[in-house]
Each structure stands twice: as structure tokens, then as C-alpha cells.
């Protein structure tokens, strides 16, 4: 893929020919940040964003110390690259409010670059770089990119800065569609919560529904089973499909192949999921994910079921799965998982949560409504997964078919030549 007014061969070049990296610094023995504003901005990998900085949470280097890791400060003109840890290969150029900051031992930066900067960039986001990160993250449980390596990295890059530029000015286009959807997505899922906060607590009703809500129990409305018991040697390729924990991902239920798991143990009859139960997670080694929740669609075409550290919640009401993602309700189990040191619901705690519920006829009013904010957000997310396939898309047809283009050229000369 080319600019049809771009015909010139590209150089095929190594990042070190076009640039220098350079490495962050360590705090000095017994000193710490700070949050005073008027410091010294340290920029650490947690602050590090694909594409940016997480401004939120910076913290900042007292005055007597900025001139012992001064040398080490970071510009916008540069890009940076986290080098070690889970967050490994995380890249961006920081904003110029932040010209001038300090940069962790965990991240270098690529500074004095020839090329156009924001060109560098989006070559560096290409599967070049990924192929890299992998190649390390098998050598120990601390993977880290060395000076080196980074150094070493191959590129391919036009000749000329008009060429450059154009390519980074669209793919600057298209990144801002991306994050402009995603402000719409974080938007209404910020409207969701703000609606199933102030809908439970009644602070919102539709038109023509003025009927107190009636004080009920959570196992007055529906049934809980704890789920099915099995060991590794019933874990099998094909079999009875059963959903845990990690299927759970932000209110639904997550089918994908690599995190599904099969039993030839067969559960009782109860423990079928039916369309509509809705699947809790009961028990976790991180304590914050125990309570979450999704609802099933009837979706799968098999006999399945959930794990013993799930449960399953059988109701008919219209507003069931909505209580599950209820302030109410995220409230009542953090409560309950506060005062033990094992991260464990059960079915008999939860059936004592107490609320109010309104007459079905406005429940099924208030779910229609939600439901359709939920098709929003899910057309929402569906659209930056596509926006974000086509920019690998792009960059795979950009950079990466150059470079193979670039192989077979070289491996045709050898021919010729032997």
C-alpha cells in the first residue's frame, strides 16, 4: 500500500542508524516522590499508555535530587518504550506539558530522531516490534528489552520526510477516530452507571409508574446453585462445557475458544444453564473480581454449565441481571468480603441482600431501557475492535509487506548471483 504521488524504493535501515536510545533512571538511594505539582514530573511504566501518559496519577521528583537524574529527563519530541515487566513494549511520546520529565529505569527513550517522529512511531507498532517482545518474554519470569536489542530493531522507512509524513498524518487519523469512539464508549458506560445507580435508589422513574417499590430479598425473587464439582482428571477436549471465572469479562460471557474448558463429569439436572440465568463468580484468588456477573443469552448450541466457584442465579424477573451490576449490590458483597480472609460469596450470604423492587409492568419498562444502553455499548465496542483491526491492517500493508518485499529481492540477488 502506497501513495500513488510515492514511487521511490524504501531504505531498509536498523533503529540505531536513524536514532538514539537511550536508557531511564533509578531514583537514588532513600529518596522518594512526591505530589507536590511544582516538582519535577517522574514518569513510571503504570503511567505509560499506548500513544501517551496517564497524567491522573504522576508523581513528582523533589527539587534537591532532580540534578543527580536530570540527564535522564524526556521530551515530546521523543518516543518512549517501557522495557521490563508485564507491561513490556508499551510505547508512546509523551504531551508537552510533561516536556522535561524524569523517565524510570523500566522504559527508555528513543531521542535525536532523523526521521519524522510520529513515522518512527507507527513503525514501531508493527508486528517488528511485537515479534521482539515475544522473543524475550520466554527468557526468564522478568522479561526486559535490552539497549540492543532496541538498538538493532529493523525497519524500513521511505526516503523521503513528504512520504513519512503523510503515512503518520493518516495513521494519526485514523488513532484519533479510535480514541474519539472510545470517548464515546467510556461515555455511555459512565451513563449506564450513573442510570442503575439512581434507578435502584428511585431517584429516576418513567412517566405514569408512581407506585411504591415493595421491600423484597434477593431470594425472593429467584434461585441460587452453587456450581458443578469436577477435578483435573475429568478435564477433557470434548465434553460437557463448562464456564468459570475468567469467563465473566464486563457483564458477559466471554466464548472464545483458548478460555473454555470441557469435562466428560456431567452435572445435575439444576445445573444447566438456561437462557437468561445469570452466572456469578462466587470465589477468586483476586478479591475484586469475585461478585462479578453476566447473563446468559442462550447463545451456545451444547449442554454447558459453570465451576464450583461460580454460582447460578435463576430468576423471571425483569431486573435480575440488572442487580448484579447495582451499586446495591457491588456494596452488599464488598461488605461481605471485607471482614474474612477468603475471597468467598455464598449462595445463603447473597440471598439476604435486601431491596426494593417495582411492579413487573415498570421493570420491564426500566430493562427495555437498559438493555438498549447495553446494545449501544456493545455496537460501541464492536466498532473500535474493527477501527483497530483495520489500523493493524494498515500497518501490516505498510510496513510489514515492504519488508518482506525487501526479503525476496534479496533472496532473488542470491540466486542470480550463486
Known amino acids: 500500500m502506497r501513495f500513488k504521488e510515492f514511487t521511490d524504493e524504501w531504505d531498509n535501515i536498523i533503529l540505531n542508524d536513524i536514532a538514539e536510545v537511550k536508557g531511564g533512571k533509578r531514583l537514588p538511594k532513600g529518596h522518594t516522590l512526591t505530589d507536590e505539582k511544582n516538582q519535577h514530573p517522574y514518569i513510571t511504566v503504570s503511567d505509560m499508555e499506548n500513544g501517551s501518559v496517564n497524567q491522573n496519577n504522576i508523581k ?32 508512546g511520546i509523551i504531551p508537552p506539558s510533561l516536556n522535561g520529565a524524569n523517565l524510570t529505569e523500566n522504559a527508555d527513550k528513543i531521542t535525536n530522531i ?68 472510545d470517548n464515546n464508549y467510556q461515555y455511555f458506560k459512565a451513563f449506564k452507571k450513573y442510570l442503575l445507580q439512581n434507578i435502584f435508589a428511585q431517584k429516576l422513574r418513567f412517566d405514569g409508574f408512581n407506585e411504591e417499590w415493595k421491600k423484597t ?14 477435578n483435573s482428571s475429568n478435564v477433557v477436549n470434548e465434553g ?7 469467563n465473566i469479562q464486563n457483564n458477559t460471557l466471554n466464548f472464545d475458544e483458548d478460555e473454555l474448558q470441557f469435562v466428560n463429569k456431567d452435572c445435575k439436572p439444576e445445573l444447566n444453564l438456561l437462557d ?37 442465579f435463576r430468576s423471571d424477573f425483569p431486573l435480575a441481571p440488572y442487580i448484579f451490576q447495582s451499586e446495591l449490590y457491588k456494596k452488599y458483597s464488598y461488605l461481605l468480603l471485607a471482614g474474612t480472609n477468603i475471597n468467598n460469596l455464598k449462595n445463603s450470604d447473597l440471598e439476604k441482600l435486601s431491596l426494593y423492587i417495582p411492579s413487573l409492568e415498570e421493570q ?28 493493524r491492517g494498515l500497518l501490516q500493508s505498510l510496513f510489514v509487506k515492504i519488508i518482506e518485499r525487501i526479503k525476496n529481492i534479496f533472496l532473488y540477488v542470491r540466486l542470480i548471483i550463486n
Not at 240 to 246: I, P
Not at 288 to 312: D, E, M, P, R, W
Open 114 to 181: 532523523q526521521i519524522n517522529q510520529k513515522f518512527l512511531y507507527h513503525s514501531l507498532e508493527t508486528s517488528v516490534l511485537t515479534k521482539l517482545i515475544q522473543k524475550v518474554s520466554t527468557r526468564n519470569a522478568q522479561p526486559k528489552l535490552a539497549l540492543k536489542e532496541i538498538r538493532n530493531i529493523k525497519l524500513v522507512i521511505p526516503q523521503t520526510k513528504q512520504e513519512q509524513e503523510k503515512i503518520s498524518n493518516f495513521l494519526d487519523y485514523v488513532d484519533k477516530k479510535i480514541e474519539l469512539m
Open 60 to 91: 513528582y521528583v523533589p527539587e534537591e535530587i532532580q540534578n543527580k537524574i536530570s540527564q535522564y529527563t524526556i521530551t515530546d519530541r521523543d518516543i518512549f518504550i517501557s522495557v521490563a515487566g508485564q507491561r513490556l513494549g508499551i510505547l
Open 217 to 230: 430479598y434477593l431470594k425472593d425473587i429467584g434461585t441460587f446453585y452453587r456450581g458443578h464439582s469436577y
Open 364 to 391: 420491564e419498562k426500566i430493562a427495555n431501557f437498559l438493555s438498549s444502553v447495553d446494545q449501544k455499548i456493545d455496537l460501541l465496542k464492536d466498532q473500535i475492535s474493527q477501527m483497530e483491526d483495520f489500523k
Open 276 to 312: 437468561g440465568d445469570i452466572v456469578i463468580c462466587m470465589s477468586n484468588g483476586t478479591k475484586s473480581l469475585v461478585g462479578k456477573s453476566a447473563q446468559y443469552n442462550g447463545n451456545y448450541n451444547s449442554k454447558l454449565t459453570v465451576g464450583a466457584f461460580c454460582s447460578i
Open 240 to 246: 460437557l462445557l463448562v464456564l468459570r471465572s475468567n
